[in-house]
């Protein structure tokens, strides 16, 4: 696979690491579907989803997969005969397929921002992407096809002027015109073979979502989110057709091979079909259940595959000629349906901070586990809130990772702003780990996950007598990208022990990565600090002298528990009248001081008693909720 | 210039203070408007003459000391206070509605006192509060009562709030009085200063942010009335229940109508024998009354009627559509004023363009978020581009406009001299108006009431002056429902008079106020009843001065001004309030001194506008005869401009 990475890289960013909680093969959309294209020949059709997977269908059945892309696939292309697929997409990057054999050849990073339209002049075989960064770049196809990992240079030509961000663009088979539709309201054409700029057509109200060029490219029809469709001559320059047939945006169009009819779907759910001739003539080609993002010809040309942003694909049947004539009615149910799946579109993390609950599109509710990467539990059709609330504990952990749905899927980042990773230490009984080298002992989250996600790299060396607690699946995407910003390297768990990737790897794994998930890396505890004062009820004889004078601020481990306080407590600060203690080492279990034990003193925050077993950061964030040092008041009980 | 000039006014100066130039004054004005009337060819004769001798007087260099209101003296860079108290006093409806605010407070807190206090019988206690007896209850008492044996503790908030109305007693005072010694607003400045430590120290302070700060006060003053009256629902029934009310309610008002007409003569007299200093000033007696012996329902829409918000707060919306899924989030906020950015404005823009075009830009906007600033889109559940409009869903009865004229730059805070015309009115630019064809009128319109100017280069060495338009508000005070007692106006009778009203012309009405005697001024305008509060805190302007700079108007700038076919009136005065120094102006003057003149530093940086609702449309609720006025006025300015 070759990379090209065009300028120099800014590698000052913070890079963040992210896993996306997936299934081993997830042969169904998750969420909308952004684009389409079909290879008649072999009857195979692409689609492209906002998962960021690009799905083939074979006879309407799942073929495969082409997973690379980390976040919505927005448009794609078949071109060479239907060998090659061009896709872009909102990771700022275009990449070429092997659509047969359906692996990545190789990635273009030129974009700056979303890559949101493709355009693809078959003649020529010459690709155009353009998107928000409002730019446009022509390719050719036969040399991005040849590029390899050493000769991986290649040269575009711009097509400079758009003033707004690009959202629909369109080239006619020959490659003699290029137009493109953006926020500006307006359309612009350039010559793709000289790459000048031509003119600017004006005349929408909103943004221009969906473009059509005619082969001889004299005419252009444009779909608007002003909800209006336009028909143009270009040669004179002119909008020569407005069509409102739609009561909502504009974002899909398709024209017949000769510009005869023009088939239009949009955010009123409409795939509606208009004689260009004669625009009063339309017939509704079906109602859809969610807004229309794109639509494309049944190899026969007589029905049109149509995908929405919910996440099937539904196949209806065009009217004809019969049907305009006679007025008659579209049958209201799917030739044929490739049915989606859910997308996550709600999800809670749980206050241990560890489980996540979410509810998807068919309202399932489910619980994963962010530590095994895996779902762990079906909830079906369960109230959201009620759940939450039923599994709300009274335990405070820090937060130590971000997630977000946009692929419909679950995505773990760590690393990002704001947010340490390495922040939430527990101790191994609270996150089950059995046979621990002490009963004590503490495990850091974020460490635990970031050891499974290397596991198998071998560019970090992990301490052969710690064995590994957890491990991920191998099938896990682990995407390490610039904080907010673009992708730098998607690979799967277990390929991380490849060569290649495992060069690759060690040039993108952050530093403060590295040096974390070795095992004897230093353990950074957070601290909390806290006031220790005596109830009035503890007879001052008790107390040691100098502590009647002021509150003790004292400094521990956040995870610190209350019984560990008491002790302190009993060995410190209640003694006989002597400013020494008595050593640190005694058996807390014993008696001590004064025949006190632990179990006699009582802690209270803001007076509530506290549980033994709490730490001292819930006892802060349920108890105290304020930022201000805690202050924690104990007393003696007759038990 | 001419001889005639002496023997108009003789020796101003030496009579600014006495009775005899306030006679040579009411002569004057007398036979001008004699001659105005009647004989109109002899008008410019006669006007020649005067503003001879004003010009003469003026050119002599003897300015006069002689102030038409009452002024604030500087105590040491307090012009931020000065022109911020300048501009409140003669912002419309604002006096009128404070004083109300303080004398429901009062009443509220009185109640509660007695509800806690229990010391005797409840029916007597509401006795003596709604019976005649209670004609004694002077503003004093009712302050006294908020805050010497005050059961509940007053806070800081409330103190800054009353200590403005008592400082608008004063000034009020000292109008009547006719004293042109400045008067240091001590009290005040300490109340805000304790109550806000950001005005500690003698530094120079921004205007804006104490306007917003003495705003907020007065809202939360607001708040907590309605609070207390919503805790005690009890205060409304008491008055409710009680059966003597309706038995006594005709001749109460009889008795209080005349008790508070000798009470008039007597406070003018104890005004100018300069007994009453600090806010002791008998007027609103009936305040509690009326509010007492009105129904329940009344009293729970008015206690605590939130004016602050009403008239100073509108309401921004803010759109947000994401371009992916195009789905719009609308987000309402509240505001006190409009920051509006200084962008040069080209020579072509300036002449072509309305200027209300150039404030709805500058203030209605779209922005594109996109790049690194793009919009987490719920519902797509990503960052994606979208459009954000903000408009405005209600733009308040009076609107501040801020001129983001500080800007804060590496090397500091820096002013912004850029010249952005000051219309004298300008068109509304709330989301109905902004809705309505070109070729349509709008809904609203605003015309500018006050402007606070700051001269010099940087926030913290410059100066404050307020303009203000020079009126008296009366019209804020008619008709007012807080005020007149029930039962004596009925509904028929005030609607008569509005009728009468609007068959006055504008001029003349202002006239007849003008006749009013300052202090001797009774509580009814050609039968219109006004609110008692006009002579508590209400302002007085000397109409002697005023008609002296009117009189004075140099002819000879007059052709430069197309819309200035005649003499100023009245109506058409401002003043520059500069500390001590207020001197009246007429708005040609003072359009000059809002032109752009190249290399200043002296540059508008408050904009007061205050709401106009055109006739034919629906009058909002609250004063239809300020509503009457103000259209009429503004009318006129539309010819001007």
Same mark, same amino acid.
């Given at each position: 696979?070759?990379?090209?990475? /065009?300028?120099?890289?800014?590698?000052?960013?913070?890079?963040?690491?992210?896993?996306?909680?997936?299934?081993?093969?997830?042969?169904?959309?998750? !969420?909308?579907?952004?684009?389409?294209?079909?290879?008649?020949?072999?009857?195979?059709?692409?689609?492209?989803?906002?998962?960021?997977?690009?799905?083939?269908?074979?006879?309407?059945?799942?073929?495969?997969?082409?997973?690379?892309?980390?976040?919505?696939?927005?448009?794609?292309?078949?071109?060479?005969?239907?060998?090659?697929?061009?896709?872009?997409?909102?990771?700022?990057? =275009?990449?070429?397929?092997?659509?047969?054999?359906?692996?990545?050849?190789?990635?273009?990073?030129?974009?700056?921002?979303?890559?949101?339209?493709?355009?693809?002049?078959?003649?020529?075989?010459?690709?155009?992407?353009?998107?928000?960064?409002?730019?446009?770049?022509?390719?050719?196809?036969?040399?991005?096809?040849?590029?390899?990992?050493?000769?991986?240079?290649?040269?575009?030509?711009?097509?400079?002027?758009?003033?707004?961000?690009?959202?629909?663009?369109?080239?006619?088979? !020959?490659?003699?015109?290029?137009?493109?539709?953006?926020?500006?309201?307006?359309?612009?054409?350039?010559?793709?073979?000289?790459?000048?700029?031509?003119?600017?057509?004006?005349?929408?109200?909103?943004?221009?979502?969906?473009?059509?060029?005619?082969?001889?490219?004299?005419?252009?029809?444009?779909?608007?989110?002003?909800?209006?469709?336009?028909?143009?001559?270009?040669?004179?320059?002119?909008?020569?057709?407005?069509?409102?047939?739609?009561?909502?945006?504009?974002?899909?169009?398709?024209?017949?091979?000769?510009?005869?009819?023009?088939?239009?779907?949009?955010?009123?759910?409409?795939?509606?079909?208009?004689?260009?001739?004669?625009?009063?003539?339309?017939?509704?080609?079906? =109602?859809?259940?969610?807004?229309?993002?794109?639509?494309?010809?049944?190899?026969?040309?007589?029905?049109?595959?149509?995908?929405?942003?919910?996440?099937?694909?539904?196949?209806?049947?065009?009217?004809?000629?019969?049907?305009?004539?006679?007025?008659?009615?579209?049958?209201?149910? /799917?030739?044929?349906?490739?049915?989606?799946?859910?997308?996550?579109?709600?999800?809670?993390?749980?206050?241990?901070?560890?489980?996540?609950?979410?509810?998807?599109?068919?309202?399932?509710?489910?619980?994963?586990?962010?530590?095994?990467?895996?779902?762990?539990?079906?909830?079906?059709? =369960?109230?959201?809130?009620?759940?939450?609330? +039923?599994?709300?504990?009274?335990?405070?952990?820090?937060?130590?990772?971000?997630?977000?749905?946009?692929?419909?899927?679950?995505?773990?980042?760590?690393?990002?702003?704001?947010?340490?990773?390495?922040?939430?230490?527990?101790?191994?009984?609270?996150?089950?780990?059995?046979?621990?080298?002490?009963?004590?002992?503490?495990?850091?989250?974020?460490?635990?996950?970031?050891?499974?996600?290397?596991?198998?790299?071998?560019?970090?060396?992990?301490?052969?007598?710690?064995?590994?607690?957890?491990?991920?699946?191998?099938?896990?995407?682990?995407?390490?990208?610039?904080?907010?910003?673009?992708?730098?390297?998607?690979?799967?768990?277990?390929?991380?022990?490849?060569?290649?990737?495992?060069?690759?790897?060690?040039?993108?794994?952050?530093?403060?990565?590295?040096?974390?998930?070795?095992?004897?890396?230093?353990? +950074?505890?957070?601290?909390?600090?806290?006031?220790?004062?005596?109830?009035?009820?503890?007879?001052?004889?008790?107390?040691?002298?100098?502590?009647? +004078?002021?509150?003790?601020?004292?400094?521990?481990?956040?995870?610190?528990?209350?019984?560990?306080?008491?002790?302190?407590?009993?060995?410190?600060?209640?003694?006989?009248?002597?400013?020494?203690? /008595?050593?640190?080492?005694?058996?807390?279990?014993?008696?001590?001081?004064?025949?006190?034990?632990?179990?006699?003193?009582?802690?209270?925050?803001?007076?509530?008693?506290?549980?033994?077993?709490?730490?001292?950061?819930?006892?802060?964030?349920?108890?105290?909720?304020?930022?201000?040092?805690?202050?924690?008041?104990?007393?003696?009980?007759?038990? | 210039?001419?001889?005639?000039?002496?023997?108009?006014?003789?020796?101003?100066?030496?009579?600014?203070?006495?009775?005899?130039?306030?006679?040579?004054?009411?002569?004057?004005?007398?036979?001008?408007?004699?001659?105005?009337?009647?004989?109109?060819?002899?008008?410019?004769?006669?006007?020649?003459?005067?503003?001879?001798?004003?010009?003469?007087?003026?050119?002599?260099?003897?300015?006069?000391?002689?102030?038409?209101?009452?002024?604030?003296?500087?105590?040491?860079?307090?012009?931020?206070?000065?022109?911020?108290?300048?501009?409140?006093?003669?912002?419309?409806?604002?006096?009128h509605?404070?004083h109300h605010?303080?004398g429901d407070?009062a009443v509220v807190?009185?109640k *509660?006192?007695?509800?806690?206090?229990?010391?005797?019988?409840?029916?007597?206690?509401i006795?003596?509060i709604t019976g005649p007896?209670s004609r004694?209850t002077?503003s004093?008492?009712l302050?006294?009562?908020?805050?010497?044996?005050?059961?509940?503790?007053?806070?800081?908030?409330?103190?800054?709030?009353?200590?403005?109305?008592?400082?608008?007693?004063?000034?009020?005072?000292?109008?009547?009085?006719?004293?042109?010694?400045?008067?240091?607003?001590?009290?005040?400045?300490?109340?805000?200063?304790?109550?806000?430590?950001?005005?500690?120290?003698?530094?120079?302070?921004?205007?804006?942010?104490?306007?917003?700060?003495?705003?907020?006060?007065?809202?939360?003053?607001?708040?907590? *009335?309605?609070?207390?009256?919503?805790?005690?629902?009890?205060?409304l029934?008491?008055t409710e229940?009680l059966?003597?009310v309706n038995?006594n309610k005709i001749w109460s008002v009889r008795n209080s109508w005349?008790k508070s007409?000798?009470?008039?003569?007597?406070?003018?007299?104890?005004?100018?024998?300069?007994?009453?200093?600090?806010?002791?000033?008998?007027a609103d007696g009936e305040d509690s009354t009326s509010i007492d012996s009105s129904n329940g329902s009344l009293i729970k829409r008015k206690l605590?009627y939130?004016?602050?918000?009403?008239?100073?707060?509108?309401?921004?919306?803010?759109?947000?559509?994401?371009?992916?899924?195009?789905?719009?989030?609308?987000?309402?906020?509240?505001?006190?004023?409009?920051?509006?950015?200084?962008?040069?404005?080209?020579?072509?823009?300036?002449?072509?363009?309305?200027?209300?075009?150039?404030?709805?830009?500058?203030? &209605?906007?779209?922005?594109?978020?996109?790049?690194?600033?793009?919009?987490?889109?719920?519902?797509?559940?990503?960052?994606?581009?979208?459009?954000?409009?903000?408009?405005?869903?209600?733009?308040?009865?009076?609107? &501040?406009?801020?001129?983001?004229?500080?800007?804060?730059?590496?090397?500091?805070?820096?002013?912004?001299?850029?010249?952005?015309?000051?219309?004298?009115?300008?068109?509304?630019?709330?989301?109905?108006?902004?809705?309505?064809?070109?070729?349509?009128?709008?809904?609203?319109?605003?015309?500018?009431?006050?402007?606070?100017?700051?001269?010099?280069?940087?926030?913290?060495?410059?100066?404050?002056?307020?303009?203000?338009?020079?009126?008296?508000?009366?019209?804020?005070y008619?008709d007012c429902s807080r005020d007149l007692p029930k039962g004596s106006l009925?509904?028929?009778?005030s609607?008569?008079?509005?009728?009468?009203?609007?068959?006055?012309?504008?001029?003349?009405?202002?006239?007849?106020?003008?006749?009013?005697?300052?202090?001797?001024?009774?509580r009814? &305008?050609?039968?219109?009843r006004m609110c008692k509060s006009v002579?508590c805190?209400?302002?007085?302007?000397?109409?002697? &001065?005023?008609?002296?700079?009117?009189?004075?108007?140099?002819?000879?700038?007059?052709?430069?001004?197309?819309?200035?076919?005649?003499?100023?009136?009245?109506?058409?005065?401002? *003043?520059?309030?500069?500390?001590?120094?207020?001197?009246?102006?007429?708005?040609?003057?003072?359009?000059?001194?809002?032109?752009?003149?190249?290399?200043?530093?002296?540059?508008?940086?408050? *904009?007061?506008?205050?709401?106009?609702?055109?006739?034919?449309?629906?009058?909002?609720?609250?004063?239809?005869?300020?509503?009457?006025?103000?259209?009429?006025?503004?009318?006129?300015?539309?010819?001007?401009?």
């Amino acid at each position: 696979m070759a990379t090209i990475k /065009p300028g120099s890289q800014n590698t000052r960013k913070k890079v963040q690491v992210s896993m996306v909680i997936c299934e081993a093969e997830e042969k169904r959309h998750r !969420s909308g579907v952004n684009a389409l294209q079909l290879d008649p020949a072999l009857d195979r059709l692409y689609s492209a989803g906002r998962d960021s997977i690009i799905r083939v269908y074979e006879h309407e059945r799942f073929l495969h997969g082409m997973e690379h892309h980390t976040d919505w696939v927005n448009d794609i292309v078949l071109c060479c005969g239907g060998r090659h697929l061009i896709s872009a997409s909102s990771d700022t990057t =275009v990449k070429v397929w092997n659509a047969h054999k359906g692996f990545c050849m190789s990635t273009l990073r030129t974009h700056k921002d979303y890559v949101k339209a493709l355009a693809y002049a078959k003649d020529r075989e010459q690709v155009a992407s353009a998107g928000l960064d409002k730019s446009i770049y022509l390719w050719d196809i036969n040399t991005l096809t040849a590029l390899t990992a050493s000769n991986n240079t290649v040269t575009t030509s711009s097509l400079m002027g758009s003033k707004e961000s690009i959202y629909s663009l369109a080239m006619n088979p !020959s490659g003699s015109i290029i137009v493109s539709g953006s926020t500006e309201k307006a359309l612009r054409l350039w010559d793709p073979r000289t790459c000048a700029k031509l003119l600017k057509l004006k005349g929408h109200q909103d943004n221009v979502k969906a473009l059509v060029v005619s082969r001889d490219g004299t005419q252009c029809v444009s779909g608007s989110s002003d909800g209006s469709i336009r028909l143009w001559n270009l040669g004179s320059q002119r909008c020569v057709q407005t069509i409102l047939v739609h009561t909502d945006s504009v974002w899909a169009l398709l024209a017949t091979e000769s510009f005869s009819h023009v088939i239009s779907g949009g955010r009123d759910k409409k795939v509606i079909m208009t004689d260009l001739k004669n625009t009063t003539h339309s017939i509704t080609v079906c =109602v859809e259940d969610a807004p229309i993002l794109k639509m494309c010809f049944t190899a026969d040309h007589l029905a049109v595959w149509v995908s929405t942003s919910d996440s099937s694909i539904r196949c209806w049947k065009l009217p004809t000629d019969k049907h305009f004539k006679e007025d008659l009615r579209m049958p209201t149910t /799917p030739i044929s349906l490739i049915p989606g799946g859910a997308a996550i579109r709600q999800a809670v993390v749980l206050n241990d901070k560890r489980h996540i609950l979410t509810k998807d599109a068919h309202d399932n509710v489910a619980i994963y586990d962010v530590l095994r990467a895996k779902k762990v539990e079906d909830l079906g059709q =369960v109230n959201f809130q009620e759940e939450e609330k +039923k599994r709300f504990k009274m335990v405070y952990v820090p937060n130590w990772f971000n997630i977000d749905l946009k692929t419909g899927m679950l995505t773990i980042h760590l690393g990002q702003d704001e947010v340490d990773c390495f922040s939430a230490w527990v101790s191994a009984r609270d996150a089950g780990i059995r046979d621990t080298p002490e009963p004590d002992h503490k495990v850091n989250y974020g460490k635990l996950l970031l050891q499974a996600l290397f596991e198998h790299w071998r560019g970090v060396e992990t301490d052969p007598e710690n064995r590994l607690y957890f491990s991920v699946p191998k099938h896990i995407p682990l995407i390490l990208s610039e904080v907010g910003g673009r992708t730098l390297y998607r690979v799967l768990v277990g390929d991380t022990s490849g060569d290649t990737e495992n060069a690759l790897l060690s040039e993108t794994v952050p530093s403060w990565v590295i040096s974390n998930i070795e095992e004897n890396s230093q353990n +950074k505890f957070i601290k909390v600090q806290f006031y220790l004062q005596p109830h009035s009820s503890v007879p001052s004889h008790l107390l040691k002298q100098d502590r009647l +004078k002021k509150p003790d601020r004292l400094v521990a481990n956040d995870f610190i528990q209350c019984r560990k306080v008491a002790e302190h407590i009993l060995e410190k600060l209640l003694g006989d009248g002597t400013a020494s203690s /008595p050593g640190g080492d005694a058996d807390p279990s014993t008696p001590s001081n004064n025949g006190y034990n632990v179990d006699q003193i009582e802690l209270t925050c803001n007076e509530q008693v506290l549980d033994p077993s709490m730490d001292l950061r819930t006892v802060k964030h349920f108890i105290w909720k304020s930022s201000s040092d805690l202050t924690l008041y104990y007393k003696i009980i007759n038990k | 210039m001419t001889i005639l000039e002496n023997d108009v006014i003789p020796t101003r100066n030496k009579l600014s203070l006495s009775k005899a130039k306030y006679k040579t004054g009411e002569q004057i004005k007398r036979k001008y408007i004699f001659e105005e009337d009647s004989i109109p060819a002899k008008k410019p004769a006669l006007n020649e003459m005067l503003n001879g001798y004003r010009g003469d007087q003026r050119s002599n260099g003897e300015a006069s000391h002689d102030a038409p209101v009452a002024t604030l003296s500087n105590m040491g860079n307090t012009c931020f206070l000065n022109s911020v108290l300048y501009t409140l006093r003669f912002a419309p409806t604002f006096l009128h509605n404070l004083h109300h605010l303080i004398g429901d407070l009062a009443v509220v807190s009185s109640k *509660l006192n007695q509800n806690k206090a229990k010391t005797s019988s409840l029916g007597r206690n509401i006795g003596s509060i709604t019976g005649p007896s209670s004609r004694s209850t002077s503003s004093k008492d009712l302050l006294s009562l908020g805050s010497s044996n005050d059961i509940i503790p007053k806070s800081k908030v409330q103190v800054v709030t009353e200590k403005l109305h008592e400082l608008f007693m004063t000034m009020h005072n000292l109008e009547i009085k006719e004293s042109n010694d400045p008067y240091q607003p001590v009290a005040l400045l300490q109340a805000v200063r304790e109550a806000n430590s950001i005005f500690e120290g003698n530094n120079q302070q921004d205007a804006h942010e104490l306007l917003v700060y003495l705003l907020d006060n007065i809202r939360e003053t607001c708040d907590v *009335l309605t609070q207390q009256v919503q805790q005690n629902p009890e205060l409304l029934h008491e008055t409710e229940t009680l059966p003597t009310v309706n038995s006594n309610k005709i001749w109460s008002v009889r008795n209080s109508w005349k008790k508070s007409l000798k009470k008039k003569d007597k406070a003018t007299k104890e005004a100018i024998s300069e007994e009453q200093v600090n806010g002791a000033h008998t007027a609103d007696g009936e305040d509690s009354t009326s509010i007492d012996s009105s129904n329940g329902s009344l009293i729970k829409r008015k206690l605590g009627y939130n004016f602050v918000a009403e008239d100073f707060e509108g309401i921004t919306l803010r759109r947000t559509k994401c371009l992916e899924c195009e789905s719009v989030t609308e987000r309402k906020e509240p505001f006190y004023d409009i920051p509006v950015p200084i962008s040069p404005i080209s020579q072509k823009d300036n002449e072509e363009d309305n200027v209300s075009d150039i404030f709805r830009r500058a203030c &209605v906007t779209t922005e594109k978020l996109c790049d690194s600033n793009k919009y987490l889109c719920e519902k797509c559940e990503r960052y994606n581009e979208a459009s954000r409009e903000v408009l405005f869903e209600k733009l308040p009865n009076i609107m &501040v406009l801020q001129l983001k004229r500080f800007t804060t730059t590496t090397s500091g805070v820096q002013k912004v001299n850029t010249y952005l015309p000051t219309p004298l009115a300008l068109e509304c630019f709330c989301e109905s108006c902004c809705k309505v064809e070109d070729n349509q009128s709008r809904i609203h319109r605003y015309k500018l009431c006050c402007v606070i100017m700051h001269l010099g280069g940087t926030m913290a060495s410059g100066h404050y002056i307020a303009y203000v338009k020079a009126s008296d508000h009366l019209e804020d005070y008619t008709d007012c429902s807080r005020d007149l007692p029930k039962g004596s106006l009925s509904a028929s009778s005030s609607e008569k008079s509005l009728n009468i009203l609007k068959f006055l012309k504008p001029r003349s009405f202002g006239n007849s106020l003008i006749d009013g005697r300052n202090g001797l001024s009774s509580r009814s &305008v050609n039968g219109i009843r006004m609110c008692k509060s006009v002579d508590c805190c209400g302002v007085k302007i000397n109409k002697n &001065v005023v008609e002296n700079v009117i009189n004075s108007f140099p002819r000879k700038n007059a052709q430069d001004y197309k819309w200035h076919q005649s003499n100023p009136s009245s109506e058409d005065m401002w *003043l520059e309030c500069d500390d001590e120094n207020v001197r009246a102006i007429t708005t040609q003057e003072f359009v000059e001194e809002l032109a752009n003149k190249p290399n200043s530093t002296s540059t508008p940086y408050l *904009l007061f506008y205050a709401k106009i609702t055109d006739q034919d449309r629906c009058v909002p609720l609250g004063l239809p005869m300020a509503e009457l006025q103000r259209t009429n006025i503004f009318t006129k300015l539309d010819q001007w401009l």
